[in-house]
């Protein structure tokens, strides 16, 4: 009996680790943020895209109105796919929506604007992405849903019509 | 007075170099540790992407705002969770990593002892 407990125990143990890195090995090594947050809208300093003012997050956003603040920028080739959505968005006139243009040329960002339409209630520039991080952001293009003050949900990559119906189901 | 004047000059520099090195080795000791989340398997000190570069000067700012190196890493992973960390602390996440080693440790000890230790 005492012999027999080395080799099952052996086999238990290489059993057990195959099971464990087989599962690893399925899984995505590709990290992902918790879309659906709850957090706080980051204060921060920032300037207007057209008039150059400065204006203090804190007190922008009123908490009886819904926004998306979405990060864009004329380099960020996704964000030409999604720009049809947010014109889109802009119609419905339920939610208002701030560009935060991310580490761009603003001569370009203009004509990005001029040629394919403004969406935005008002912009917001970050020059050296900066207030990006403040938002917890990845990258270009991100947007965030802010529903009473606070951060409920945002979309990493380009929004689509599935996002979109669910930005609309939430601002219902 | 020209001699006393270098020396003056010399030794008034002499801090704020001290100090600027200091501000530098604080700044990599941190960069070395936040993880560079769109180039994973870098840190952001190694990395030269946007988003790591961004970091790098917002680390900058709060070093000079006069935040210590642990709120520096809260302030970074109540923005994007400890994942950003290369050397979490313990929570209820991570703490079967801390404990594991000790707990098999411990274990192994008692078997040595048990074996061997005690038939001498």
Known sequence: MKKKILPISIILIFGLIFIVFYKGLQDSNIYTPDANIKNDIPIFNTKDFYSDETINSFGFFKVDKNYLLNIWSSWCVPCRQEHKFLMVLNEENKINLIGLNYKDNKKKAKKFLDELGNPYNKVFVDLDGTIAIEWGAYGVPESYLILNNKIVKKYIGPLNQKSIDEIKLFIK | ?120
């Open chain 2, 1 to 120: 007075m020209k001699f006393l004047n270098i020396i003056l000059i010399v030794f008034l520099f002499f801090p704020v170099c001290y100090s600027k090195a200091e501000e530098q080795d604080k700044r990599n000791k941190i960069t070395k540790n936040l993880r560079c989340l769109v180039c994973q398997g870098q840190s952001v000190y190694d990395s030269d992407s946007e988003f790591a570069n961004s970091l790098k000067i917002l680390v900058d700012e709060k070093i000079k705002e006069g935040f210590s190196e642990k709120q520096i890493y809260d302030y970074f992973k109540e923005k994007y969770g400890d994942w950003i960390l290369y050397d979490p602390g313990i929570n209820k996440n991570t703490y079967v990593l801390w404990l594991l080693p000790l707990l098999i440790f411990l274990i192994g000890g008692a078997i040595i002892y048990k074996k061997f230790i005690k038939k001498i």
